[in-house]
């Protein structure tokens, strides 16, 4: 069994950089530091640090080792406080990755149901590109990840996490635009686009590619006039007549009402796909389950627009 104290030290050197720096902050002597890792280093059967100068540096069983110890020394901060509060039931808590791209209205929507089972629980968000939310769930500091796209088959760095991708669902799209730029390109749909003005989300979205293929073979050729990573940003550049914009059919009409934008048509050619990602010992989560069972009706009030 860990020895928590072992487990302090070595944190504290971790975050000191050097065991004297440790020493001063835990008041005791740099040969109680170093005997207490040594032995901590033994109870794992791997090397904890390395020296680089004047400094020590970790390795990677030592960077492991940091993940947990920062999940443990959380924990236990938790643990004391609600305690100290009367709060003898811990509330449950869920760690969400939520991909850029991904509307803020959907990452509501499908987290909603985790709420809404009426237990007392602690969310907590976190948003990034696909890769780097990737590197937090195999690290567990989260639970789930919601994207626009699952673990990619036959990449040996992310199927490491021994990963699991869940549809949560599907939508077309449909385009989107202001009142005056809706005024100033008038015409059939989709033919009205041609030469206009376009946002597009990032490279790194899964639609990026499609829509471009969708404007090639259609001949539109709109001028791009932005590429965002950020949706909320994307959007609120629609919102100033920027550009026409694409979103999910699923979410037309709430993004019509917040941005003040109309529909001009649907794009029944392309249909994004919303995943989550777990790994395997999360993948029984009450929350997370709870989210996966309620994904359903979040696609189902889907409205087409005309």
Not at 120 to 143: I, K, W
Not at 241 to 250: N, R
Not at 268 to 285: C, K, S
Request: hydrophobic residues 45%; contains cysteine; proline residues 5%.
């Amino acid at each position: 069994m860990i020895n928590y104290k072992h487990l302090q030290y070595f944190y504290t050197v971790a975050t000191s950089g050097t065991v004297a720096a440790a020493a001063l902050r835990l008041h005791v002597s740099a040969q109680a530091i170093s005997t207490q890792l040594q032995l901590l280093e033994e109870q794992f059967g791997e090397a904890l640090f390395r020296k680089k100068g004047r400094v020590l540096e970790l390795t990677d069983a030592g960077k492991t080792v940091l993940i947990y110890a920062e999940r443990i020394f959380d924990l236990g901060n938790e643990l004391e406080q609600n305690v100290r509060r009367g709060l003898f039931r811990a509330p449950e808590t869920l760690r969400v990755g939520v991909c850029d791209m991904i509307p803020k209205t959907m990452a509501f929507r499908l987290l909603q149901p985790a709420h809404d089972a009426g237990l007392a629980m602690r969310l907590v968000c976190r948003e990034g590109g696909f890769d780097a939310l990737m590197l937090e769930l195999g690290a567990h500091r989260l639970d789930l990840v919601i994207a626009d796209r699952g673990l990619p088959p036959g990449t040996h760095r992310l199927n490491a996490l021994r990963g699991h991708t869940h549809l949560l669902g599907s939508s077309t799209l449909t385009v989107l635009g202001h009142t005056d730029l809706c005024a100033a390109w008038e015409g059939p749909f989709p033919q009205r686009l041609k030469g206009a003005p376009f946002l597009l989300p990032g490279v790194e979205a899964a639609v990026h590619s499609r829509l471009q293929a969708w404007f090639d073979l259609h001949g539109l050729r709109p001028i791009v006039v932005g590429e965002f990573d950020d949706g909320a940003l994307l959007n609120a550049f629609a919102r100033a007549g920027t550009g026409f914009i694409a979103a999910p059919t699923v979410l037309a009409a709430a993004i019509c009402t917040e941005y003040g934008l109309r529909p001009v048509g649907m794009v029944d050619a392309i249909v994004e796909q919303f995943h989550a990602v777990t790994v395997e010992r999360r993948i029984d989560h009450p929350a997370v389950r709870r989210i996966l069972e309620g994904a359903g009706s979040v696609f189902a009030s889907a409205v087409n627009v005309p």
